[in-house]
């Protein structure tokens, strides 16, 4: 078994899409990045690759590389997936938090964990997703952000 934390956070910003575990959830503004900015998936992947030693997403897909422009944030993660494979590793279980004081995702976090226990071949039940406030202290409750923290547990393929 091997466990790994990740973390990551993206400032709003208008007009682009708000993407949380790969699903468009309607809002005023969207985050801003070089991929889709999906705070969610990025902190699932370097809490994989944290748990396997292999470094964090910046050192496998740099903001300077423009084939990471704008693409989709599962396409990223299921590169990680291969990377976990081939180090013959699988998902125990993942648990994140979304940290956001708007806009309200509980409607939207059923397909969050459809789409991401998907790309990381695994049953939607390893895959859990909250999502909270900061009783808007800080940058997130100011909301000029959305954060997220992830922790996996990889077990060895046998």
């Given amino acids: ?9 993206h400032a709003f910003s208008e007009n682009r899409k708000l993407i ?3 699903v468009s959830i309607p809002y005023e503004k969207g985050l801003l990045g070089h991929s889709d900015a999906d705070v969610l998936v990025h902190a699932i992947m370097d809490s994989i690759l944290g748990a396997l030693g292999q470094g964090d997403i910046g050192k496998h897909f740099p903001d300077t590389d423009e084939k990471y422009k704008d693409i989709s944030s599962l396409i990223l993660l299921e590169k990680v997936y291969n990377i976990m494979i081939d180090a013959k590793y699988k998902i125990g279980n993942i648990d994140t938090v979304i940290i956001a004081e708007n806009p309200k995702l509980f409607p939207y976090i059923e397909n969050m964990k459809l789409n991401i226990s998907k790309v990381l071949n695994t049953d939607i039940s390893n895959i859990n997703i ?29």
């Fill in 1 to 9: 078994m091997k466990i790994g934390i990740g973390y990551d956070v």
């Fill in 20 to 22: 949380l575990g790969g």
């Fill in 130 to 158: 909250k999502a909270t406030t900061t009783e808007k202290l800080g940058y997130t409750g100011r909301g000029e952000g959305i954060a997220a923290q992830s922790v996996c547990l990889l077990m060895a393929i046998e």
